[in-house]
Nanobody, 124 residues
């Protein structure tokens, strides 16, 4: 199994940027497809972005396309989410997750391992 730990959240003004990191330990990181999810107060956890094991394929929630970029460094066992032009509606706890499923995985129930989350707050 793999252990995941997010970092990089914080408070930022609308239009600003943050980069989230997810450090993985345990079983070989490169064997997992990875994803970022978020959960705002009173709402269900939703998919944000996903990436396959090699980093060659990605997929995004429509509302973050062109603003967010998911990437991974398998040599450093780390997943990233670069978030630009942040909006107040991006405010949420952001989670990284790992799955042994093949390809780019967007279904939340297919993810096996989760981090504890990091808070992102965007002020208007």
């Amino acid at each position: 199994q793999v252990q995941l730990a997010e970092s990089g959240g914080g408070l930022v003004q609308a239009g600003g940027s943050l980069r989230l990191s997810c450090a993985a330990s345990g079983r070989a990181f490169r064997t997992y497809a990875m994803g970022w999810f978020r959960q705002a107060p009173g709402k269900e956890r939703e998919f944000v972005a996903a990436i396959n094991w090699s980093g060659g394929s990605t997929y995004y929630l429509d509302s973050v396309k062109g603003r967010f970029t998911i990437s991974r460094d398998n040599a450093k066992n780390t997943l990233y989410l670069q978030m630009n032009n942040l909006k107040p509606e991006d405010t949420a706890v952001y989670y990284c997750a790992a799955t042994t499923s093949y390809g780019v995985v967007v279904i939340i129930n297919e993810y096996d391992y989760w981090g504890q989350g990091t808070q992102v707050t965007v002020s208007s």
